[in-house]
């Protein structure tokens, strides 16, 4: 008999959450975490960049208070501060996820794991045992072999960028996806000059294409180049060809390189131990089962989705197949990556789910509808009317069931779920339309959305 | 006399009764236990005997109407009996002015059949349209589920009643708002909490693969090795898709007598080597014999773009080199004016250049057909891809003895030589594509005369 039901290599968000669940259901489970608990998301991801934009949105409100009737002289931030309430919130995270993994009596082992095969992993240097394999260990922020790159201490990753000891006068990001978005509204609300070279002609292509317009456009302070190719950095300037062909500089004194980030698959045995992979992910199926049996693979190291949400989905699903094969199944157990809702926490905020307009014409006929979001009171009430807010709704126009939903403004990360559920479910903009919003919230700019599609 | 017979309460709590259908017409005589009418409450469904005696002289309400409790619904008298004041009476009074004369209906026969189906019954058939009561119908119809997909009906004779429906619709599988109603059946959702998705119904997984438990061994047998695709390997396949996918190949197989050809190669190779024939091969004297025929076959000899065939007056010929970087088509440039030692001469340069890695690029393209010769291996028919824009490709086989039947009837063994031709149908019809096999057929076995012109 195997020592353990289950063990889990990584301890990040799909990891955890399925050691919780397991340990849930009675499963002797093992966590082995060389670093952290929390994985990227809590340590040097979702969490820190929260915490830090919080303060950059806090100062930002306190600077202009005034066209509502509070003003306040002396504004001002320490970054020494924003960095401490950065690390006191992930402290407390990261030791929560350490006492639940402890009360639920998960074994949690503080070394280096590698998979020798299927209920065979070494975690350092001890073989164990179990009846299944959990494959978490996530991601790494892509570093391109760009010249003037490596070994370069003007050039950080979003690791290093979240550890900076100062505000930097003027910060250049490579790269317009969510990471180098965020970095960039943060430090432009902290007085950095930046600037954001994309190589794609809009930043942020996951989102519909006027959503991401318009989210370029509201944030404050930002110089965005797009359609622009780096050759090469020197010092912390960052070289590039412009889209009309013609060389161009950006002199900072930090450079981020935020071109997203690859699925950690090697240092850990996976070619060893025959398991099917590339350099996109380890493959799994819509359970989450690898080629090999029995062992399992969630989060970012799959490649599927490089999100924190999208990982605790995995690991839920690996749990429920474990636990359970025929019961998951007739649940419906499966990963549907087309609606699994993303977030973007800059000034303004934005999120979406499901298909954009482009992926949808691409199927079919559809209808699709915009409105601003100072249709709602809420949001005009306390961002005025020149705030920068949208939503986008998307719908087929044979079956009228809604394919996304993508919305730029304040909340629209905390209301995006229920445009996630209203496509689970695929109900129609009819259906959508019956569904009743409180008043006054700015989630009813989805509503009005859906009303607005013409018929 | 006549009287009119009103809906009994049924219960406490039963405002109203709908009348599934009469069990009785106008004229009938019955008694007090004959069963009128076959009604349903929102509870159950129940045969509703007359309680009284006589002839039916009117029925008051329709199959699938609503009556209120107490409310006149059947008439019942002697033959003949004038009834116009008492279908006054029923039309306008309400129900609690009945006549106080009215027998009540005994609430006891009334008792709910449907726990005791008769035998008609107890076989349950598919239930149709048109046995299944109003309610049951008004229910599938709001809830969109086919009455098809109710098993049987539980009401009097089998009849498909509200609670028929209610039960499929609990025990049916669950779906989305997208896919309500449609036959869901048998299919394992994907969706939320296991809800059959539109695309579980495009394209339904059976529930046998989806249940079994844990994963098939898919382990690889031991380590393995990935090899991204680059350089020629990367255009290779490249080409060979878009040529599989944007053309109507097909191959013809066919073959030729091989001894003109051998005794000519046997002829050559025993010449003197100051003559320059001592070289020239087999695959020689075909392509030869290929662009002489070409000549006359000039749909097979044409580029396909654009929808506009260009064909060509000359040739120049590709011939596939295996190489150690992969296949190679280099192009013998104008070969339809070169005598067969030039071309031989030209074949080995180019191949060797191949072989050798320092082909000159522009000789890589502009081929106007194909051959591809896998005789050497032995291969006996293939179906080689064309290299399109080209419109055909040959495929020369392995010359093997194969039995023939002579003539004078005689069974004996002759040396042939295989040809595999693939031909666009796009522009080449399958007789195009004979004519030139024929016709090459016919040039290979005469090459002794065929390399004299």
């Given at each position: 008999?195997?020592?353990?039901?289950?063990?889990?290599?990584?301890?990040?968000?799909?990891?955890?959450?399925?050691?919780?669940?397991?340990?849930?259901?009675?499963?002797?489970?093992?966590?082995?975490?060389?670093?952290?608990?929390?994985?990227?998301?809590?340590?040097?991801?979702?969490?820190?960049?929260?915490?830090?934009?919080?303060?950059?949105?806090?100062?930002?409100?306190?600077?202009?208070?005034?066209?509502?009737?509070?003003?306040?002289?002396?504004?001002?931030?320490?970054?020494?501060?924003?960095?401490?309430?950065?690390?006191?919130?992930?402290?407390?995270?990261?030791?929560?996820?350490?006492?639940?993994?402890?009360?639920?009596?998960?074994?949690?082992?503080?070394?280096?794991?590698?998979?020798?095969?299927?209920?065979?992993?070494?975690?350092?240097g001890v073989r164990r045992t179990a009846d299944h394999v959990i494959i978490a260990t996530?991601?790494?922020?892509?570093?391109?072999?760009?010249?003037?790159?490596?070994?370069?201490?003007?050039?950080?990753?979003?690791?290093?960028?979240?550890?900076?000891?100062?505000?930097?006068?003027?910060?250049?990001?490579?790269?317009?996806?969510?990471?180098?978005?965020?970095?960039?509204?943060?430090?432009?609300?902290?007085?950095?000059?930046?600037?954001?070279?994309?190589?794609?002609?809009?930043?942020?292509?996951?989102?519909?294409?006027?959503?991401?317009?318009?989210?370029?456009?509201?944030?404050?302070?930002?110089?965005?180049?797009?359609?622009?190719?780096?050759?090469?950095?020197?010092?912390?300037?960052?070289?590039?060809?412009?889209?009309?062909?013609?060389?161009?500089?950006?002199?900072?004194?930090?450079?981020?390189?935020?071109?997203?980030?690859?699925?950690?698959?090697?240092?850990?045995?996976?070619?060893?131990?025959?398991?099917?992979?590339?350099?996109?992910?380890?493959?799994?199926?819509?359970?989450?089962?690898?080629?090999?049996?029995?062992?399992?693979?969630?989060?970012?190291?799959?490649?599927?989705?490089?999100?924190?949400?999208?990982?605790?989905?995995?690991?839920?699903?690996?749990?429920?197949?474990?636990?359970?094969?025929?019961?998951?199944?007739?649940?419906?157990?499966?990963?549907?990556?087309?609606?699994?809702?993303?977030?973007?926490?800059?000034?303004?905020?934005?999120?979406?789910?499901?298909?954009?307009?482009?992926?949808?014409?691409?199927?079919?006929?559809?209808?699709?509808?915009?409105?601003?979001?100072?249709?709602?009171?809420?949001?005009?009430?306390?961002?005025?009317?020149?705030?920068?807010?949208?939503?986008?709704?998307?719908?087929?126009?044979?079956?009228?069931?809604?394919?996304?939903?993508?919305?730029?403004?304040?909340?629209?990360?905390?209301?995006?779920?229920?445009?996630?559920?209203?496509?689970?479910?695929?109900?129609?903009?009819?259906?959508?339309?019956?569904?009743?919003?409180?008043?006054?919230?700015?989630?009813?700019?989805?509503?009005?959305?859906?009303?607005?599609?013409?018929? | 006399?006549?009287?009119?017979?009103?809906?009994?309460?049924?219960?406490?709590?039963?405002?109203?009764?709908?009348?599934?259908?009469?069990?009785?017409?106008?004229?009938?005589?019955?008694?007090?236990?004959?069963?009128?009418?076959?009604?349903?409450?929102?509870?159950?469904?129940?045969?509703?005997p007359a309680g009284v005696a006589g002839t039916v002289l009117a029925l008051l309400a329709?199959?699938?109407?609503?009556?209120?409790?107490?409310?006149?619904?059947?008439?019942?008298?002697?033959?003949?009996?004038?009834?116009?004041?008492?279908?006054?009476?029923?039309?306008?009074?309400?129900?609690?002015?009945?006549?106080?004369?009215?027998?009540?209906?005994?609430?006891?026969?009334?008792?709910?059949?449907?726990?005791?189906?008769?035998?008609?019954?107890?076989?349950?058939?598919?239930?149709?349209?048109?046995?299944?009561?109003?309610?049951?119908?008004?229910?599938?119809?709001?809830?969109?589920?086919?009455?098809?997909?109710?098993?049987?009906?539980?009401?009097?004779?089998?009849?498909?009643?509200?609670?028929?429906?209610?039960?499929?619709?609990?025990?049916?599988?669950?779906?989305?708002?997208?896919?309500?109603?449609?036959?869901?059946?048998?299919?394992?959702?994907?969706?939320?909490?296991?809800?059959?998705?539109?695309?579980?119904?495009?394209?339904?997984?059976?529930?046998?693969?989806?249940?079994?438990?844990?994963?098939?061994?898919?382990a690889f047998p031991g380590a393995y090795s990935d090899a991204p695709l680059k350089g020629?390997?990367?255009?290779?396949?490249?080409?060979?898709?878009?040529?599989?996918?944007?053309?109507?190949?097909?191959?013809?197989?066919?073959?030729?007598?091989?001894?003109?050809?051998?005794?000519?190669?046997?002829?050559?190779?025993?010449?003197?080597?100051?003559?320059?024939?001592?070289?020239?091969?087999?695959?020689?004297?075909?392509?030869?014999?290929?662009?002489?025929?070409?000549?006359?076959?000039?749909?097979?000899?044409?580029?396909?773009?654009?929808?506009?065939?260009?064909?060509?007056?000359?040739?120049?010929?590709?011939?596939?080199?295996?190489?150690?970087?992969?296949?190679?088509?280099?192009?013998?440039?104008?070969?339809?004016?070169?005598?067969?030692?030039?071309?031989?001469?030209?074949?080995?340069?180019?191949?060797?250049?191949?072989?050798?890695?320092?082909?000159?690029?522009?000789?890589?393209?502009?081929?106007?057909?194909?051959?591809?010769?896998?005789?050497?291996?032995?291969?006996?028919?293939?179906?080689?891809?064309?290299?399109?824009?080209?419109?055909?490709?040959?495929?020369?086989?392995?010359?093997?003895?194969?039995?023939?039947?002579?003539?004078?009837?005689?069974?004996?063994?002759?040396?042939?030589?295989?040809?595999?031709?693939?031909?666009?149908?796009?522009?080449?019809?399958?007789?195009?594509?004979?004519?030139?096999?024929?016709?090459?057929?016919?040039?290979?076995?005469?090459?002794?005369?065929?390399?004299?012109?």
């Amino acid at each position: 008999m195997a020592e353990f039901d289950v063990i889990i290599i990584g301890g990040g968000p799909g990891g955890y959450l399925a050691a919780e669940r397991l340990a849930h259901a009675g499963k002797r489970v093992l966590v082995a975490e060389k670093e952290s608990l929390g994985g990227t998301c809590l340590n040097v991801g979702c969490i820190p960049t929260k915490s830090l934009l919080h303060g950059a949105k806090l100062y930002q409100h306190a600077l202009h208070g005034a066209q509502f009737g509070v003003t306040a002289s002396g504004v001002a931030f320490d970054w020494s501060g924003i960095q401490a309430w950065k690390t006191k919130t992930v402290d407390a995270l990261v030791g929560g996820v350490g006492m639940m993994l402890k009360r639920l009596k998960v074994e949690v082992v503080r070394e280096h794991a590698t998979l020798i095969g299927p209920g065979v992993v070494e975690v350092g240097g001890v073989r164990r045992t179990a009846d299944h394999v959990i494959i978490a260990t996530g991601s790494t922020p892509a570093m391109p072999p760009i010249p003037g790159t490596r070994d370069n201490p003007a050039v950080v990753d979003s690791t290093g960028l979240l550890a900076i000891d100062h505000v930097p006068d003027r910060l250049a990001v490579i790269g317009g996806g969510v990471i180098g978005v965020e970095f960039a509204s943060l430090f432009a609300a902290l007085g950095s000059k930046v600037s954001v070279v994309e190589m794609m002609d809009e930043i942020c292509p996951f989102m519909d294409a006027d959503v991401a317009k318009a989210l370029r456009r509201g944030i404050a302070g930002v110089d965005f180049h797009l359609g622009c190719r780096v050759s090469g950095v020197e010092g912390a300037s960052v070289l590039y060809t412009d889209a009309a062909g013609a060389d161009q500089r950006i002199d900072a004194d930090t450079v981020l390189m935020a071109v997203g980030r690859r699925p950690l698959v090697e240092g850990w045995g996976a070619r060893e131990a025959g398991l099917d992979y590339a350099p996109g992910g380890v493959r799994v199926d819509d359970r989450m089962r690898t080629n090999l049996p029995n062992v399992w693979a969630v989060g970012d190291v799959t490649g599927r989705s490089l999100l924190a949400h999208a990982a605790y989905r995995m690991g839920e699903i690996a749990a429920a197949h474990i636990i359970d094969p025929a019961a998951a199944v007739r649940a419906g157990q499966v990963l549907r990556v087309d609606t699994i809702p993303w977030a973007v926490y800059s000034m303004p905020e934005a999120a979406g789910v499901g298909l954009t307009e482009a992926q949808a014409r691409a199927r079919g006929e559809v209808l699709t509808a915009s409105v601003p979001l100072v249709l709602s009171g809420r949001f005009v009430a306390e961002n005025g009317l020149k705030a920068p807010g949208m939503v986008k709704i998307v719908v087929d126009a044979a079956t009228r069931r809604v394919l996304g939903v993508h919305m730029l403004g304040t909340y629209a990360p905390e209301t995006i779920w229920g445009a996630a559920g209203v496509l689970e479910t695929e109900l129609t903009i009819d259906d959508l339309r019956q569904v009743v919003f409180p008043h006054p919230t700015v989630s009813e700019g989805i509503r009005e959305a859906a009303w607005a599609v013409r018929d | 006399m006549a009287q009119i017979i009103v809906m009994p309460a049924l219960g406490n709590t039963v405002e109203s009764c709908l009348v599934s259908s009469w069990q009785v017409a106008v004229g009938d005589t019955i008694d007090a236990g004959t069963i009128v009418a076959e009604i349903e409450t929102d509870k159950a469904a129940m045969d509703l005997p007359a309680g009284v005696a006589g002839t039916v002289l009117a029925l008051l309400a329709g199959e699938g109407d609503e009556v209120p409790v107490k409310s006149p619904f059947l008439i019942v008298g002697a033959p003949g009996e004038d009834i116009s004041a008492l279908l006054a009476e029923a039309g306008a009074a309400p129900a609690d002015d009945a006549p106080a004369d009215a027998p009540a209906v005994p609430a006891a026969p009334a008792a709910p059949t449907t726990t005791q189906p008769d035998a008609a019954a107890s076989a349950p058939s598919q239930p149709s349209d048109a046995s299944a009561s109003p309610r049951a119908k008004a229910l599938a119809s709001r809830e969109r589920l086919p009455l098809s997909a109710v098993e049987a009906g539980t009401g009097p004779h089998g009849r498909v009643i509200e609670r028929d429906v209610a039960a499929a619709l609990a025990a049916g599988p669950r779906t989305t708002a997208a896919t309500r109603g449609q036959d869901a059946a048998g299919v394992q959702g994907t969706g939320l909490g296991g809800r059959v998705t539109a695309a579980d119904l495009a394209a339904p997984v059976p529930l046998a693969t989806l249940v079994e438990p844990g994963r098939p061994s898919a382990a690889f047998p031991g380590a393995y090795s990935d090899a991204p695709l680059k350089g020629i390997r990367k255009i290779v396949a490249e080409r060979m898709m878009n040529a599989l996918a944007t053309s109507a190949q097909l191959t013809y197989n066919s073959s030729a007598a091989a001894s003109a050809l051998l005794a000519l190669r046997a002829r050559f190779k025993g010449s003197d080597a100051d003559l320059g024939f001592a070289g020239i091969t087999i695959g020689d004297l075909i392509s030869y014999a290929t662009v002489r025929t070409l000549k006359g076959h000039t749909g097979l000899n044409a580029h396909l773009l654009d929808g506009t065939l260009r064909t060509f007056d000359g040739v120049h010929l590709g011939l596939a080199v295996d190489t150690p970087r992969g296949l190679l088509v280099p192009t013998i440039r104008n070969a339809d004016a070169m005598t067969l030692r030039q071309l031989s001469a030209a074949t080995k340069e180019l191949a060797a250049a191949c072989i050798s890695g320092k082909i000159d690029p522009d000789l890589l393209s502009g081929a106007t057909f194909t051959i591809s010769n896998l005789g050497s291996f032995g291969i006996e028919s293939f179906t080689p891809i064309i290299n399109v824009p080209q419109t055909g490709i040959l495929g020369v086989d392995t010359i093997f003895p194969r039995a023939v039947i002579a003539k004078d009837g005689s069974v004996g063994a002759e040396q042939r030589l295989g040809l595999s031709l693939t031909a666009d149908h796009q522009v080449v019809d399958g007789a195009d594509a004979a004519r030139f096999l024929r016709d090459l057929t016919k040039a290979l076995e005469d090459i002794d005369l065929v390399v004299m012109g």
